[in-house]
């Protein structure tokens, strides 16, 4: 069993920053794959961005390629989301995910354990 708590979101201008970390309990954080996924009022919950067990492979949707980042430190039992030049549209509720395959997917099924969400609201 994996807890994961996602720090606050926040109310944050276009073209801000905000980063996001989400905390996991349990021992074998390090053999997960982690992903963030989020809804926007209205949609479908859709793919954000994952990374592997190792933190050596990343993946990106489209819209958020080069603005944001996924990154995990195994020693904290933690994975953070860098999100840079924020727009209106990246307005949604957050989740973080754990996929124990470990290889980091981006489909929302291979995720076994989320955490709560967060409201990251940006404004223009």
């Known amino acids: 069993q994996v807890e994961l708590v996602e720090s606050a979101g926040g109310l944050v201008q276009a073209g801000g920053s905000l980063r996001l970390s989400c905390a996991a309990s349990?021992?074998?954080?390090?053999?997960?794959?982690m992903g963030w996924f989020r809804r926007a009022p209205g949609q479908e919950r859709e793919f954000v961005a994952a990374i592997n067990w190792s933190g050596g492979s990343t993946y990106y949707a489209d819209s958020v390629e080069g603005r944001f980042s996924i990154s995990r430190d195994n020693a904290k039992n933690t994975v953070y989301l860098q999100m840079n030049f924020l727009k209106p549209e990246d307005t949604a509720v957050y989740y973080c995910a754990a996929d124990p395959t470990g290889w980091g997917h981006q489909v929302a099924d291979e995720y076994d354990y989320w955490g709560w969400g967060t409201q990251v609201t940006v404004s223009s």
């Open positions: 349990g021992r074998t954080f390090s053999s997960y794959a």
